[in-house]
């Protein structure tokens, strides 16, 4: 069974840039979610993807969008990057869209926007 | 508003000591407490707590939830170098599909 894998690991980009994140779920699993750590501080949930949609939204702005694809491998994009975007992206998979259900993580991709 | 709060932020102990992570939460339409462990990056899994009262296990890791005060305990005995960590407690939201998560205890075992 293969776990979720996210890429890349590390990146830094320049304010006002974009990027795009990717993440594979675990095998058996349909809903990816996206979620934003800063330094110090829990997971904030950005959104969910579901049969290629977006299903449930955390409090993000717009510029921060996504895409499912038919093999459940999921894309979280940024635009117009700030400073503040600075965080470890984590992408959980799950086999159900709603709970309860075990959410898996993948190791995450760490962004540095200067 | 859904609110998760760990406490204590964070603890050091000693190899071989018990601790006892607290979360307490106010969540609308409860559905799951889960625990997770975060090391370096991807929280790993502990476990799901749907019922009160029910103490799950995972060798020297248990849980229990108690649904009428709104809390959780984790507890880990006979603690190894190897747990040092940042333990995560999460509640799922309204609608059921995303977690909200607590800030975390940071747990340091020193040998």
């Known amino acids: 069974e293969t776990g979720v894998t996210q890429s890349p690991t590390h990146l830094i980009k320049t304010r006002g840039q974009q990027v795009t994140l990717r993440c594979s779920s675990q095998?058996?699993?349909?809903?990816v979610s996206w979620y934003q750590q800063a330094l110090g501080q829990g997971p904030q949930f950005i959104f969910q993807y579901y049969r290629e949609e977006e299903n449930g939204r955390g409090n993000f702005p717009p510029r921060f969008s996504g895409l499912q694809f038919p093999n459940y491998s999921s894309e979280l994009n940024v635009n117009a990057l700030e400073l503040d975007d600075s965080a470890l992206y984590l992408c959980a998979s799950s086999s159900a869209p709603t709970g309860p259900y075990e959410q898996y993580f993948g190791p995450g991709t760490r962004l540095t926007v200067t | 508003e859904d609110k998760v709060v760990q406490s204590p932020l964070s603890l050091v102990v000693h190899e071989g000591d018990t601790v006892t992570l607290n979360c307490s939460y106010e969540?609308?339409?409860?559905?799951?407490l889960l625990w997770y462990k975060q090391e370096k990056k991807a929280p790993t899994f502990l476990f799901m707590l749907?019922?009160?009262?029910i103490e799950k296990k995972s060798g020297r890791l248990s849980s229990i939830l108690d649904k009428k005060e709104l809390f959780s305990i984790l507890n880990i005995t006979a603690t190894q170098t190897g747990d040092s960590a940042v333990y995560l407690c999460a509640l799922f939201n309204q609608a059921g599909t995303a977690l909200i998560f607590g800030k975390g205890t940071t747990l340091s075992v020193s040998s």
């Open positions: 969540v609308t339409n409860f559905r799951s």
């Open positions: 095998s058996g699993h349909n809903t």
């Open positions: 749907t019922s009160s009262g």
